[in-house]
């Protein structure tokens, strides 16, 4: 079974201060690893993935997520925190050996405020 | 391009009733999958289809089920509605339906049970 750990309900960070949301995962082999945004009354964006290969992965709106594979975990991250960045965070992962099929596990999410 | 679209937005139904709803996937994508997100969790994984055949199910009971058409668009359905039942549904589409191919989400219906 695959399972994903959001440990923060919710990261407070001023705007301009960089900002990491963490996420940690268990599944039976390699990984994939997705990060999604969800702002009020609205689906989900699909903001990076980790496939293979390099372990830092940049995505959309300058969020970037590391890797990391002893630890198990795929920490997004972010330079310099907007205050439009403020919104709900969910991780999440899959697993399929022979790649037939994209059932996503998620985390419970984290709630992200950007204070000005 | 338009995104996934789903429909309706907002539904309200009372316990017992029956319920469809609908997705249309980002064009030239050919899976469809579908998620419940119970208010303040994470979605939890339904069904998926590819090329109108189920791919893999969730842990969800006999009453939830689904279908695709051969235009790709699909239908949730929903029997014997329990107060459980409410929640935001997601559709979301992807080009194969692969693991590693990213997962784009419609806004959701919002389905409230009385």
């Known amino acids: 079974a695959q399972s994903v750990a959001q440990p923060e309900d919710q990261v407070n960070v001023a705007e301009g201060n960089p900002l990491t949301v963490k996420c940690t995962y268990s599944?039976?082999?390699?990984?994939?690893l997705f990060w999604y945004v969800q702002y009020p009354n609205r689906g989900l964006q699909f903001l990076l993935k980790y496939i293979t290969g390099d372990n830092l992965v940049k995505g959309s709106y300058g969020f970037e997520a590391e890797f990391n594979k002893s630890q198990t975990s795929f920490h997004l991250k972010k330079p310099s925190a907007l205050v439009s960045d403020s919104a709900l965070y969910f991780c999440?992962?899959?697993?399929?050996?022979?790649?037939?099929?994209?059932?996503?596990?998620f985390g419970g999410g984290t709630r992200l405020m950007v204070k000005p | 391009d338009a995104g996934v679209t789903q429909s309706p937005t907002h539904l309200i139904k009372t316990r017992g009733q029956q319920v469809t709803l609908r997705c249309s996937p980002i064009s030239g994508h050919k899976s469809v999958s579908w998620y419940q997100q119970v208010l303040g969790q994470g979605p939890q994984f339904i069904f998926q289809y590819y090329e109108k055949e189920e791919r893999g199910r969730g842990n969800f009971p006999d009453r939830f089920s689904a279908r695709q058409f051969p235009n790709y668009s699909s239908e949730l359905n929903v029997n014997a509605l329990l107060l459980g039942d409410s929640a935001l549904y997601l559709c979301?589409?992807?080009?194969?339906?692969?693991?590693?191919?990213?997962?784009?989400f419609g806004d959701g219906t919002r389905l409230s049970i009385l």
């Open positions: 999440a992962v899959t697993f399929t050996p022979d790649n037939a099929g994209n059932m996503l596990t």
């Open positions: 599944v039976s082999g390699n990984p994939y």
């Open positions: 979301a589409s992807s080009l194969e339906g692969n693991s590693n191919q990213p997962q784009h």
